[in-house]
């Protein structure tokens, strides 16, 4: 595990990079001063890709449930799945946390659930993202755990289930499909691509 969390944290130090080669001397003097206390922005500092498993992208489709980016995200076929890029927006080094906008909504008949405004927590192991939909407006929680890549091919990462996103999703469609630590996609943070 300790092998993944440098992986990741060598690509939001490549963030941060990013971001004080971009700025102005000043700017940058200022920025590296308050780095600890508040988000790092720039308006565009790459994207994080997200690859969803293949047997839950066979589940999603088979249940007539529909995938669509909201929020400046893009998705596109990957590898006989599904793969959405999520921009970066910001950074906070001294909690090793990567901010980003937009999101994916999931929509089978009159149900739906979006997932949006994602922060990857390294120091925690987990990633956020606010939920809406027809669970209700929920907000901010926990909806992946963290863990090191089965699928190096489709990530640098794993991102397993949390108990509140399963019973999310298992509540928005009126299915049991889906269970903490189920492995849900893989990530892999790309500061400096483009979407």
Known sequence: MKRVLAAVAVSLIAVTGLVATSTTPAAAHGAHAHAHAHWGQQSRVGYTQVVVAPPVYALVASAGITPAPVGGATAFPYKGTLAARFPITGYRFSALQIRHSGGISLTAGPATISLSDFTIDLSRLRVSGVVAGT??????????????????????????????????LNATFGVSAFAENGTFGYATPRPFGRL
């Not at 926990?142 to 996103?165: Q, Y």
């Open 135 to 168: 669970v209700g407006n929920v907000g901010r929680v926990d909806l992946f755990k963290i863990r090191r890549s089965d699928r190096p091919d489709l990530g640098l990462v794993r991102l397993t289930l949390t108990s509140t996103a399963a019973g999310a």
